[in-house]
């Protein structure tokens, strides 16, 4: 029936959405619900956004030098940051000193950067890795090369928040591997040992690991010798994310098809020659993207460390806010440090969904 | 044999690891004097909780003080599972509007919250309720009724002995509902002839309650809070704790749950929606009959696990002292010393919970996997 269309009186198409006026009708102004929304989003924005925009900057105090002058200014009060932000990044490192930790950082910085890199995806990497986490760790401590040494009790900050995560992650990743593998053994006891593990993990939250870190960990040591504060935490944050980092990886190691198992046994490779050559490689590169995740909500979970007592990002915050000169601007202090964990995570979070994009097209060709 | 002699092995080095773990706590323990067991569990707790559910002195037990606490997290937990689900699913829709403020707004909103850290900002919310917010006399009022002061939040509530009525009622009148429900559809399966069920629900759900009233002929007061002397009587109240928790908890979760609605929606197939319209199927059926069931069995493993991760993110609560298990754990093994019964009680909850959630979830998932043919 060819003739039918041509019958019909011709529709006019409808109008292509051209320049300003028709960008917002066709996204703003489509129907009646649209319209109402519009509406109702503009007048909150209206009603929060230049409020916001007064207290944050345009009634803000950038230059008081005490809190009284900064009181008397009715937004934001930023010369408290401007004063405290040695204080705040670095905690009570030695003020002389503290090139070191911020060098440092600069290091864990530009080795998270150099993995994010495809360039860089090769063994090699490992070797920066271990490079770099020694040379944070003679940088912080010092001792040798004419370096002062500092406690780690006086670490504080951003690198610390860093060195948790950094170090979290560089050590709970290998763990993390082997209980994978474990839990996809042929061996029931192994199976069995890594199945309790990983389930008891995760199913607990990790302030209870920290606590049994903090308060348990003493009474497992023989008498006389102990374990510091900042590496009982440390051991906390790595088991911790072992177990999350090995169900990630399970994931992975279930996506590989079974002929691949069975071609790398065909061949005659031992267990570990076929993992290592044939199924980890495959099964890394599909988990790469939620192994970025884990490390954004490990960056996220350092925080916690404040209960027990350790001096991160928010507890050197928190010290800021303790100074009986400058009371009571804890939204400045708070919105500061929220801003550095936003720009760290947001921006890692952004890389792993660009990452997952161009994994998958290389996947599907 | 090889894997009997690595497994054997295995095994040696854990119990030795093990072994020599529990030696040497049993010395340190008889060195400090601490004696192990539960035992601690029937003495005098001897501190005070700032909010309890059920009735509480310092003269109690520390078996009762662990309750108030148990049941502290499960009040906190309950209340921001239910919000959270329902805010993230308003914000994982927005994500998908077709309206480019609404969606830019419910993007920016699930970026942010997404990436601070829940700790810092239960921090923000707490030092907000207590430090900028002003005194009861000052109190803010949004609405007729709720007064938000750096006491916490006072809300008007109904009291009354047509409550209890008002309950039954409500209890009868889902019952009728989900019967209809059986019947309606069994209907149409048998004649095609579909009943508006969702209007007539909506009534039998209102008529419920009502009846109950009309047959307890017993009068119901709302209850509003009034400003007497320094503080607020009647209503009730949410203490700064809790409120700041809360908030947190929600805020934070719901950015997650509107992510996992949001990929759940997407998940289903572009010809889903097509095939749908094709029906002639209207865009509130289209979503309930065809859509959701699908994008359903993707949301559901990834909510329960956000479900669990906001029941372990309420243990942040010992942060700002809202008295939660952790927190009252805490303060019971600083006292006693019993730093293994207390971590293990701690384990043994949360553990208990997040199966409990997991065996739910998952009886839902089968059930709705079902629908799969």
Redesign the interface.
Known sequence: MPGRAADRPDMAPQAPAMGVAGWCRS??F?SPL?IV??LL??WL?FMTVPALLDWLFLQADFSATTAAQCRAAQGACWAFIAAKHRLILFGVYPYDQQWRPLLAAVILVAVIVCSCMRRFWRPALALLWSAALLAVAVLMWGGVFGLAHVEDSRWGGLPLTLILSTFGIAFAFPLGLLLALGRRS?????KA?CVVYIE?VR??????LL??SS??L??????GVSIDKLLRAQIAIILFAAAYIAETVRGGLQAIPKGQYEGADSLGLSYWQKMRKIILPQALKVVIPPLVSIF?ALF??T??V??IGIFDL?QSA?TALADAHWR?F??EA??F??CI??IF??SI?RYSKALEKRLDTGRRQ | MRALAYQALLVGVIGFVVWYLVSNTLHNLAARNITTGFAFLGREAGFAIGESMISYTPADTYGRAIEVGLLNTLRVSVIGVVVATGLGTVLGVARLSRNWLVSRLAGAYVEVMRNIPLLLQLFFWYALITESLPGPRQARHPLPGVFLSNRGLVLPTLRGDAMDWMLAGLAIAIAAVVVAGHWAKKRQEASGRVFPLARAGAVILVCGPLAGWLASGAPLVLDVPHLAGFNFSGGITLTPEFTALLTGLIIYTSAFIAEVVRSGIQAVDQGQWEAAASLGLSRVRMLRLVILPQALRVIVPPMTSQYLNLTKNSSLAVAIGYPDLVSVVNTTLNQTGQAIEGILIIMAAYLTVSLSISVCMNWYNRRIALVER
């Open positions: 996204r703003l489509s649209n929304l519009t989003v503009t924005l042929d061996m029931p006891v192994i040992l008891l199913g607990v939250p990790l302030i209870s606590f049994m308060v348990m003493p009474l497992f040591l023989p008498e954004v996220k979970d925080s916690l404040v209960i928010t928190k009571g804890s939204s708070y919105v440090i929220a964990y936003f995570c947001f979070s």
